[in-house]
């Protein structure tokens, strides 16, 4: 394993966890209590951090509208992107 593989691994690694902390604030602000005074700050820095990678990919695949809701396929094909490229990082 490089060092340069191991590197890369864990920046994937800890993006993933963000875009999961992003997918958790997501939901309880729409399933939770909107108002809890941590919620806007959490979700600045989430979004502050993911959107630049998400908002590209957004653009070409834009959300599935089913009734009332919207199923934001960017996020999840980011999502998946970043765990297999980090599975790949790791076996440099």
Do not use: C
Not at 1 to 11: D, E, Y
Request: without cysteine; glycine residues 8%; proline residues 5%.
């Amino acid at each position: 394993m490089s060092a340069i593989g191991s590197l890369l691994g864990v920046l994937l690694l800890l993006f993933g966890l963000v875009m999961v902390a992003r997918l958790v604030v997501d939901w309880v602000g729409v399933l939770g209590d909107s108002r809890a005074s941590w919620l806007p700050p959490a979700r600045r820095v989430t979004h502050g951090i993911t959107e630049p990678v998400i908002a590209p990919v957004r653009r070409v695949l834009p959300a599935i509208r089913t009734g009332s809701v919207a199923i934001d396929l960017a996020f999840t094909v980011v999502f998946v992107a970043v765990w297999i490229l980090q599975s790949i990082a790791f076996s440099l």
